[in-house]
């Protein structure tokens, strides 16, 4: 194990590579649950994404052997929609079945059929819970404003379903296109869970 290693625990390839990219970026090795043969599901019984975020992390810095453990959870908070799906991506439309990310981007424009393109306004929100071996748990987070599109656009990202319909318009570009920039190329422009990773980045390079 590198003494430069945080486990993120996740199973959604797209934010290993999201946060992988960022991170060793700074000299900070990202691994997956899957990397270390660690099989744990967790339930996002929590009401709040501070909630699941600690739920993850707390299950998980107990198989971490001894690795810093980081977890997110993520909201899309819609205004036309009062707020949904909020922290029920997944489950956004009977809370109970979870839904691929095709099913998430029809579901959304069905919602959103009536709706003005100038009233298509949403925010996405990060909270990211980083666990120390010590038991010791810090939470950061990161809110990033945008638009709905009408329709997709063609490129998709595994694990990413809003990247094809949510457009910055400060940037003039879908989320999706920024997502797949290096570190380099974004020049600054970070998404919400990068906004969050940043904040954690000082604290890391201060503990690893």
């Avoid at 900070?28 to 994404?49: A, C, H, N, W």
Wanted: aromatic share 6%; hydrophobic share 40%; proline share 4%.
């Amino acid at each position: 194990m590198s003494n430069k290693e945080v486990l993120y625990a996740t199973n959604n390839p797209g934010k290993v590579g999201e946060v992988s990219k960022f991170l060793e970026h700074h000299g900070i090795r990202v691994v997956s649950p899957k990397d270390l043969g660690i099989d744990l599901d967790v339930p996002e019984t929590g009401s709040t994404l501070e909630e699941n975020a600690y739920l993850k992390v707390k299950a998980f810095i107990e198989v971490s052997g001894g690795r810093i453990v980081l977890s997110d959870d993520t909201g899309l908070e819609i205004d036309a929609l009062d707020g949904a799906p909020g922290i029920h991506v997944r489950r956004w439309k009977d809370g109970v079945t979870r839904m691929s990310d095709e099913e998430i981007i029809k579901y959304c424009l069905e919602q959103m059929k009536y709706v003005a393109e100038s009233q298509r306004t949403a925010q996405f929100r990060t909270v990211i819970a980083m666990a120390l071996p010590s038991g010791e748990i810090e939470m950061f987070d990161g809110v990033l404003r945008g638009l709905i599109l009408e329709s997709p656009q063609d490129i998709r990202i595994e694990g990413f379903p809003f990247a094809s319909l949510f457009v910055v318009p400060e940037w003039n570009m879908l989320l999706a296109e920024v997502e797949r920039m290096t570190i380099e190329e974004k020049r600054g422009k970070h998404s919400h869970r990068e906004s969050a990773i940043q904040k954690v980045v000082p604290r890391l390079q201060e503990l690893l």
